[in-house]
């Protein structure tokens, strides 16, 4: 046992991004008293792309989040030097045909409200540390305010989040994982309906670059703009994000009729860890190294993640078994695809390797829309059809041969300026 303890509540999570405040309002509307804490106050941004698909879409219709206030997009719009393909959001197991891009500083605010609403209650400008028990079972946490008992922790505490890491929730040593930077701009096509991502860069010279583009309109006279690189991808020098969000740019100005970039800001984005759960607690979301290696989707697993731990947490799992049935739910539902991905994310860090896949994905509509399902996971693994057989054979085919392509490049000292 432990001392010190001023309230208790059956579940205590940290951290109100999306993971955390889908988390806490699942479990509150499931009757579990939840205490919320944030370092930040409500209203707190986030550097992301903003963007929303389809899967994304699903979960806000579970969570009983409305989007419809905001920007619509209608698919995905592919560019690789002077190809460029637009597909419609497939459509399929349940997912919307529509997609959103929401700014997070709105996105988590609403998300944040409906936890409230749901009766958690909300600790802000509060830093939280899991306490744990001397057997290491986790116990509640420590804020500034005092110590609070709780049968469950749920850290939700985002990418390099120290307090995940305390628990064991790191980056394996040659893991994958994402560094991005977004920065918003005014653009006179901020209406346009697709999010478009830019494959094969290259800068205004015409020289080529290592990373991904994206441009995503917000609808408002703005867009979101940001570049991205993963850690698998070889550099020459240390990467200055900064410096690449710029020669992105420039080179989509006069096509998406720019101004000027404002509030850039780089983070990481985890693709797996270590551990995700334990005695007495479960990560969710970016602490739980749950995004989509392929597309660097993050939002919707982390709201995903933060639905099932509170699933079986009210579940027969219990306090004591929810640890196991949590990590045994996302072995199931999220492991082979990321898995999969993860190699995905080796194969498509060598150039060459990447040019000849695009030619393959860009060769027709089908294709196109094809590739859109993989990338996003918009799939249904209950009735399988050519995509989702496409998947499973795709990831036995790279697990097979993973030594001829594997290799750990340098890209993860990037600058996060
Ligand atoms: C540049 C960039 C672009 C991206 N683009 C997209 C995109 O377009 N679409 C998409 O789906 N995903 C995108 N992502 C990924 C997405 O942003 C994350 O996956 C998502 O925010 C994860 O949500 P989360 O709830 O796990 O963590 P977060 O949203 O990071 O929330 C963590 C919360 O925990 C709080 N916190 C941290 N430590 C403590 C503590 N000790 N005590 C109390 N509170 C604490 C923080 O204040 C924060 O509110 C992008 C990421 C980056 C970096």
Redesign the pocket.
């Known amino acids: 046992m432990w001392d010190g303890v001023s309230v208790r509540y059956d579940v205590a999570v940290?951290?109100?991004?999306?993971?955390?405040?889908?988390a806490a309002t699942h479990l509150a509307r499931g009757g579990a008293r939840v205490v919320l804490?944030?370092?930040?106050a409500r209203g707190?941004d986030?550097?992301?792309?903003?963007?929303?698909?389809p899967r994304?879409m699903h979960e806000f219709a579970r969570l009983g989040y409305d989007p419809t206030p905001y920007h619509r997009t209608d698919g995905l719009r592919i560019v690789a030097r002077e190809r460029q393909r637009e597909v419609r959001w497939p459509e399929r197991a349940g997912f919307p045909g529509c997609g959103s891009?929401i700014r997070?500083v709105d996105l988590?605010a609403g998300l944040l409200d409906l936890a409230i609403a749901a009766g958690a209650d909300l600790r802000e400008r509060?830093?939280?540390?899991v306490v744990r028990d001397d057997r290491g079972r986790a116990v509640g946490?420590d804020?500034p305010d005092g110590r609070i008992g709780a049968d469950l922790v749920v850290v939700?505490?985002?990418?390099g989040?120290?307090?995940a890491a305390s628990l064991g929730a790191t980056r394996p040593r040659s893991g994958v994982q994402?560094?991005?930077?977004?920065a918003y701009a005014p653009s006179t096509r901020s209406t346009d309906r697709h999010?478009e991502a830019s494959l094969a860069v290259r800068d205004a010279e015409g020289r080529a670059m290592p990373g991904y583009g994206?441009v995503?309109p917000l609808g408002d006279g703005s867009v979101?703009i940001?570049f991205?690189v993963l850690s698998t991808m070889r550099t020459e020098g240390r990467l200055n994000l900064r410096n690449l969000l710029g020669q992105y740019a420039a080179s989509v100005r006069d096509a998406w009729g720019l101004g000027e970039l404002e509030r850039s800001?780089?983070?990481?984005?985890?693709m797996e860890v270590d551990r995700r759960c334990g005695p007495g607690w479960v990560a969710?979301?970016?602490?739980?190294g749950?995004?989509?290696p392929c597309?660097?989707?993050?939002?919707?697993?982390?709201?995903e993640?933060?639905r099932i731990a509170a699933e079986v947490f009210l579940g027969e799992a219990g306090p004591d078994g929810t640890a196991a049935a949590y990590e045994a739910v996302l072995a199931a539902r999220f492991d082979p695809f990321f898995r999969t991905a993860r190699r995905f994310a080796h194969v498509i860090a060598r150039p060459r390797l990447l040019d000849v896949l695009l030619g393959g994905a860009m060769v027709s509509d089908a294709t196109m829309r094809l590739v859109a399902a993989v990338l996003g996971n918009i799939l249904d693994d209950e009735h399988p059809r050519f995509a989702e057989f496409s998947v499973r054979a795709g990831g036995a085919v790279l697990g097979a041969t993973e030594r001829l392509w594997r290799r750990d490049g340098d890209a993860a000292a990037a600058e996060l300026v």
Request: glycine content about 18%; charged content about 15%; overall charge negative.
């Open positions: 940290i951290g109100a991004g999306p993971g955390g405040s889908a804490v944030d370092r930040a707190r986030k550097s992301c792309g903003d963007g929303l698909t994304a891009v997070r988590d509060s830093e939280a540390t946490v804020t939700a505490a985002g990418a989040s120290p307090v994402g560094l991005a930077i977004r999010l994206w995503f979101n940001g991205g800001w780089a983070w990481r984005l985890p969710v979301g970016d602490a739980a749950l995004v989509n597309n660097g989707e993050g939002i919707d697993y982390a709201m993640s933060g």
